[in-house]
């Protein structure tokens, strides 16, 4: 018998089609809007198919003590809400997911918050969120018989497609802006063998790039387009809504850059709560770099319903997206949540992820956003100190180095930006020091910034 149980709908026209019917480039033949994937025997409560909600919640936790690989995955573990392969056996995994709920005492008592949590994706096997999708996407890959798959990337979906096609043993073709990617990312692509292009354009002109290969070409594209990735991408919310006793935060904060995660993670919860898992869902507000804000300005400028791109421009380089494809998605997990879109300066970008460093919670700048997000939603009065809040750290410390020794050294932000900021700034800058190699200046050293 086959695991499959899914169909794809269109999220514009709501054109329903089988799976391996989609176009390349994961379009609607009728509309030109993106699928999304849907499973129509849960939608019949009689449905034989329909999953019951307290057999997955107890089956769900026996998986965390069971040796089988696939129960150790912290996506496939929830595999009954992803039927989308042939066979579960095809999935392939490198343990994703299972990443903590941190509490973030420090920020909380700060912000007047009485519950903040950080759900570090960056904890994933190759440092970021994306492999939560890849593993899902990419089993489809493997499953579909592909031997080629490719992507366009600010680094992490590189650093992720690259990780699982070397573990598939399939070929991977990574399209990224020239000079534009952090170090970190780029030596994955490497490392786990993809044929990497760096080309003389920005992350939405690799888009357009890959968009005419696939065309003509057999190799499936693994950016988030791509629906299958978004069901990977949705586990984080079920994790999340396990680790709180099933219940669902009152805010998800989430960082926006080619904007498929909060749909995701949107698209979770909203399953979670069709099912009977959970009662309600939170308000998802998604967080952009004023640089990189065009879902922003399409707020403000048409309540979301049109965006015109923008020519971005941030030091956070997960998220320098001018032409964002998932936006219509982001726009109605915002809307149907209550949620919000704001945008944060490279100023508060820097210090929010500091402030996560100095509580032992170090994160990519991408990720800092939502901190800085979270300050402005609070001092507005958008968050009550009552409410419960997960801010989504989507990815790892090392991926970007660079940025964080910069900003410790006082070279990453220019003097316009620090201005106004500078007891902050400065409180939270560590430098390393170049002490002679002796007790008597190491302990100087130390007691001279003991306070
Ligand atoms: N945070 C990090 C660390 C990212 O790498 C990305 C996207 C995002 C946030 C934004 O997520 O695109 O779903 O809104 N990185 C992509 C990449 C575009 O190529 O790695 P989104």
Request: a neutral charge; proline letters at 5%.
């Amino acid at each position: 018998m086959s695991d499959n149980l899914h169909q794809l709908r269109c999220c514009g026209c709501g054109a329903r089609i089988a799976g391996p019917d989609a176009l390349p480039n994961f379009r609607c033949a009728e509309c030109g809007d993106l699928f999304e994937v849907e499973y129509p025997g849960w939608t019949l409560r009689q449905g034989t198919n329909r999953p019951n909600p307290g057999a997955l919640k107890w089956l769900w936790r026996e998986r965390r003590c069971s040796s089988e690989a696939l129960d150790q995955s912290g996506v496939w573990r929830f595999r009954e809400l992803l039927p989308i392969l042939e066979n579960y056996g095809n999935a392939i995994s490198l343990r994703e997911g299972n990443t903590p709920l941190y509490t973030l005492p420090r920020a909380a008592r700060r912000l007047g918050i009485d519950q903040l949590f950080a759900k570090h994706q960056g904890m994933n096997p190759t440092g970021s969120f994306k492999d939560t999708g890849m593993t899902a996407a990419l089993s489809v890959a493997k499953e579909r018989g592909f031997e080629w798959v490719a992507c366009a990337s600010t680094g992490n979906t590189s650093a992720a497609m690259a990780a699982y096609a070397a573990r598939a043993g399939l070929r991977s073709l990574v399209l990224i802006p020239e000079g534009k990617i952090a170090w970190g990312k780029l030596s994955q692509a490497m490392d786990y063998g993809a044929v990497t292009c760096q080309l003389k354009t920005d992350f939405d002109g690799c888009v357009k790039v890959l968009a005419e290969i696939v065309r003509h070409e057999p190799i499936y594209l693994l950016n988030s387009v791509n629906p299958y990735r978004l069901e990977g991408q949705k586990t984080p919310a079920f994790e999340i809504a396990e680790a709180l006793e099933w219940t669902v935060p009152d805010h998800l904060i989430v960082p926006g850059g080619n904007l498929a995660n909060s749909s995701a993670l949107g698209k979770g919860f909203r399953e979670l709560r069709e099912l009977g898992l959970v009662a309600r869902m939170p308000r998802i507000s998604v967080i952009q770099a004023e640089g990189a804000n065009p879902l922003v300005r399409s707020f403000a400028s048409s309540h979301g319903s049109e965006l015109v791109p923008v020519e971005a421009h941030t030091r956070a380089s997960a998220i320098r997206i001018g032409n964002p494809a998932s936006w219509r998605k982001a726009v109605r997990v915002i809307q149907d949540t209550d949620g919000w879109c704001l945008d944060v300066t490279e100023t508060e970008i820097a210090i929010a992820k500091a402030e996560l460093g100095a509580e032992g919670l170090g994160c990519e700048p991408a990720s800092a956003v939502t901190l800085a997000g979270l300050k402005k939603l609070r001092s507005d009065g958008k968050v009550a100190s009552g409410e419960t809040v997960v801010l989504v750290l989507t990815g790892h410390t090392l991926k970007d180095a660079d940025y964080t020794i910069d900003f410790h050294r006082g070279t990453l932000l220019k003097e316009e930006e620090i201005a106004g900021h500078e007891t902050e700034v400065e409180a939270l800058q560590r430098n390393a020091f170049a002490v002679d190699a002796s007790p008597a200046a190491v302990l100087a050293t130390m007691r001279g910034h003991a306070g």
